[in-house]
């Protein structure tokens, strides 16, 4: 027995008009001081980055490494006690924090020595990442002779391209 269209119309707009989940059971399982919207979804955000790396302790870059690392950028330091001085070596000192925190990710070994394939593919598939020389495939220095063919001038085995040598 099916139920006419109409009553089926009406049903799903009951369902859809209906909240996803009551905020007193959403509540009770959770904590009470995260505001949702009727589906859950928490209104603001619950962690931030900056709140995980204050629990990191703040590295100190030394006036002798600020300065090292302007010359390898091939920039004027700052004078050493100035504003713009404290200011670029607070971030700095943020960004060595956050790359000593990501350094801590334990991530999982494979035991190949190999890096994991990060893409999902269907089970099955994917793109060999290693490349394998077959039997009787050309090398790349036959391809490479190959396209010698195609030079309007060549010497040897080489391209020749006429220069103006009168620079």
Same mark, same amino acid.
């Given at each position: 027995m099916s139920l006419p269209r109409l009553q089926i119309q009406r049903l799903l707009g009951q369902a859809l008009r209906r909240p996803c989940v009551t905020q007193k059971r =959403?509540?009770?399982s &959770?904590?009470?001081s995260v505001k949702t919207d009727s589906c859950g979804i928490p209104l603001e955000p619950t962690w931030s980055v900056k709140e995980l790396l204050s629990s990191y302790p703040t590295p100190s870059i030394s006036p002798? &490494?600020?300065?090292r690392l302007h010359e390898l950028s091939a920039l004027q330091p700052p004078t050493e006690g100035s504003p713009e001085y404290n200011s670029l070596k607070s971030e700095l000192e /943020? =960004?060595?924090k956050l790359v000593e925190a990501v350094k801590l990710i334990k991530i /999982?070994? &494979?035991g190949d020595g190999l890096i994991p394939d990060g893409r999902?593919?269907?089970e099955g598939t994917g793109i060999p990442l290693t490349h394998t020389s077959n039997e009787g495939e050309e090398t790349c220095s036959d391809q490479?002779?190959?396209l010698l063919s195609h030079a309007s001038r060549t010497s040897d085995g080489m391209?020749?391209?006429e220069a103006d040598r009168s620079r």
């Open positions: =959403l509540n009770s &959770t904590d009470s002798a &490494t600020f300065r /943020e =960004l060595v /999982e070994d &494979t999902i593919w269907a490479g002779q190959d391209y020749v391209v």
